[in-house]
């Protein structure tokens, strides 16, 4: 499966973003889609997961109830919602793809390209 990664985009402190993570080559209902952020020079760190029966959405504590996290498999598109961004909120964002969510960056074989966020104060 390959993967696209859109949405980001410099914004101020307290606005919204959503990204989009669009599948290609194969369905995406095969796969949990997982959102991970990276700052350069810094290891890579999960932001939230859904998984492709679309019964689990899990968040990173630093993220829970300002992101949200939504897939339409239909449109092979899986979401991420920000809510309230904040500066720290502020690096290159990559969805990656699955059988199962996992918190472990080492476990995903797909990865989109990254889509960066700004956030100003």
């Known amino acids: 499966v390959q993967l696209q990664a859109f949405g980001g985009g410099l914004v101020q402190a307290g606005d919204s973003l959503r990204l989009s993570c669009v599948a290609s080559?194969?369905?995406?209902?095969?796969?949990?889609i997982a959102w991970f952020r990276q700052v350069p020079g810094k290891e890579r760190e999960w932001v939230s997961c859904?998984?492709?029966?679309?019964?689990?959405?899990y968040y990173a504590d630093s993220v829970k109830g300002r992101f949200t996290i939504s897939r339409d498999n239909a449109q092979n598109t899986v979401y991420l919602q920000m809510n309230s961004l904040i500066p720290g909120d502020t690096t290159i964002y990559y969805c990656?793809?699955?059988?199962?969510?996992?918190?472990?960056?080492?476990?995903?074989?797909?990865w989109g390209q990254g889509t960066e966020v700004t956030v100003s104060s």
């Open positions: 080559g194969r369905p995406l209902d095969y796969f949990s």
């Open positions: 859904i998984d492709r029966s679309k019964s689990g959405a």
């Open positions: 990656a793809a699955d059988n199962v969510c996992n918190l472990n960056d080492q476990l995903y074989r797909n």
